[in-house]
């Protein structure tokens, strides 16, 4: 079955970096745009980024334009987001999801209903 499993959260205080990473098994990962998500307590889930099948588009929320990376490695079946200038607003648990359609290159991923598969989510926790 599909397993999309995130690592690298943690506790960070307020302008540092992380990396998340989410590796995916049971699925034909370059095939699939991955996307981030997030949920702070008492929020609901929120479209953090995604990236397109091939790596070679990407999509940002605007709270994280130029903060955040989205990458891939379509050899690893990994997908990463490199957080940068953390902010304490930053503090959620994020999750990683690949889209239900396949080979698709359109311009929308920040629905959560377009994503059939998903990660248990890694606790970021930024620290003002």
């Known amino acids: 079955q599909v397993q999309l499993v995130e690592s690298g959260g943690g506790l960070v205080q307020d302008g540092g970096s992380l990396r998340l990473s989410c590796a995916a098994s049971g699925l034909t990962f370059n095939r699939y745009a991955m996307g981030w998500f997030r949920q702070a307590p008492g929020k609901e889930r929120e479209f953090v980024a995604a990236i397109i099948w091939s790596g070679t588009r990407t999509y940002y929320a605007d709270s994280v334009k130029g903060r955040f990376t989205i990458s891939r490695d379509n050899a690893k079946n990994t997908v990463y987001l490199q957080m940068n200038s953390l902010k304490p607003e930053d503090t959620a648990v994020y999750y990683c999801?690949?889209?239900?359609?396949?080979?698709?290159?359109?311009?929308?991923?920040?629905?959560?209903?377009?994503?059939?598969?998903w990660g248990q989510g890694t606790q970021v926790t930024v620290s003002s």
């Open positions: 999801a690949a889209d239900r359609r396949t080979l698709y290159s359109g311009g929308d991923y920040s629905a959560d209903a377009l994503y059939a598969y």
